[in-house]
């Protein structure tokens, strides 16, 4: 299987990307293929709602979108890592994702898998019920089938996620898909 994990940290060494690579080597061990792109480091201009793309075709933006739709369209598997910013993901990968609407039925005529990693400074029950809801959300609006979650509370700091046992919980994931 061929997985794409959108990593949606502009820190690129922090709690996120640990996560991300923990869930790529156990997946990596289980056999499939993985692609972590870094969505933080790309040129991707918000959606702007022109509508020039029928919500099924070639966007009117021309940046690194276009690329990363093909990426996108290929994948079996569509991986979300980002940390809580607000209660929510990124806007870096937020943006990512108002662009899927120049995709809308193809991603959804795929089936895909997904799965979301992410990480937080605060451990309060109710820290990543927000988030959770935009990902069922999505995961319902796309016909995707959710493969599972790591939430990991207590990470503010890549040494704290260390200690917490996150990563083995990414890695475990990404091990049974």
Known sequence: M???VLQGSPNTNGSTALLA???ARGACEAGHTVDVVNVAALDIAPCTGCVACGYEGACALADDFD???QRILSADMLVFATPLYYYGMTA?????LDRFCSANASITFRRMKSALLAVAWNSDDWTFNAL??????LVRYLDMRDCGRVLGSGCGTPSMTTRSGFPEKAYALGRSI
Do not use: W
């Open 2 to 4: 061929d997985i794409l």
């Open 21 to 23: 690579a923990e869930f």
């Open 67 to 69: 690329d990363l739709r």
């Open 92 to 96: 870096q990968l937020k943006t990512v």
């Open 132 to 137: 959770e809801a935009h990902y069922d959300t």
